[in-house]
């Protein structure tokens, strides 16, 4: 079975810009999380989103935001890019169960210039 | 404020020893504890949890044990191979199996022959 996918998987973007970020979660899983790692730091929530609905959300500005599709997959924007959202983008989906872990994607590098 | 912490940033362990990484935590409420394994360029993969209704889990080589007390748990990897050389991020949640981790910097783990 496939993994988790994430799209694109090294992003170079000037500051004001738009990102939009792509995951597909592993078969069967239907929560679909987002976290960002800065170099040097653990991963930091972000979103988590089940059946196309946010369930969570991180200490992050409105400049981010996230949607799950029908077939849950998922998307994260981001609007006028700063340099320090400069950092690697971590997808993670998993079963909505008490016992379940998160499955994490390779991740999309995003550099903002 | 950091609520999960790994003090150190990494760690030398000869090949067939133990490796013990430490993780504490100040947050009363998580209840839900999980190590993750990291290579470069390569997402975190699940090692091994624990739910604060325990105090050690084993599996295989990893055993993770949690001291509620202390606010502390630790990972150990017996014996340590050349494999488990990578970036290890302890995690916790306020929720048992919530999808909102919180993660500790890392510690780096290098396994020498």
């Known amino acids: 079975d496939a993994g988790v996918t994430q799209s694109p998987t090294h992003l170079i973007k000037t500051r004001g810009q738009h990102v939009t970020l792509r995951c597909s979660p592993i078969?069967?899983?239907?929560?679909v999380s987002w976290y960002q790692q800065v170099l040097g730091q653990g991963p930091q929530f972000i979103f988590q989103y089940y059946e196309k609905e946010e369930r969570g959300r991180g200490n992050f500005p409105d400049r981010f935001s996230a949607r799950q599709f029908p077939n849950y997959s998922s998307e994260l924007n981001v609007n006028a890019l700063l340099l320090g959202d400069s950092a690697l983008y971590l997808c993670?989906?998993?079963?909505?169960?008490?016992?379940?872990?998160?499955?994490f994607g390779n991740g999309t590098r995003l550099t903002v210039t | 404020d950091q609520q999960v912490k790994q003090n150190s940033p990494s760690l030398s362990v000869q090949e067939g020893r133990i490796s013990i990484l430490n993780c504490d935590y100040t947050?009363?409420?998580?209840?839900?504890f999980l190590w993750y394994k990291k290579y470069p360029a390569e997402g975190p993969t699940f090692l091994i949890s624990i739910s604060s209704i325990k105090d050690k889990n084993e599996d295989g080589r990893f055993t993770v044990f949690l001291n509620k007390s202390a606010k502390h748990l630790s990972l150990h990897i017996v014996p340590s191979q050349p494999g488990d050389s990578a970036v290890y991020f302890c995690a916790a949640s306020a929720n048992q199996g919530a999808q909102k981790l919180v993660f500790g910097q890392g510690t780096r783990l290098t396994i020498n022959p």
């Open positions: 078969s069967g899983h239907k929560s």
């Open positions: 947050n009363s409420m998580f209840d839900y």
């Open positions: 993670a989906s998993s079963y909505v169960d008490k016992n379940s872990p998160l499955h």
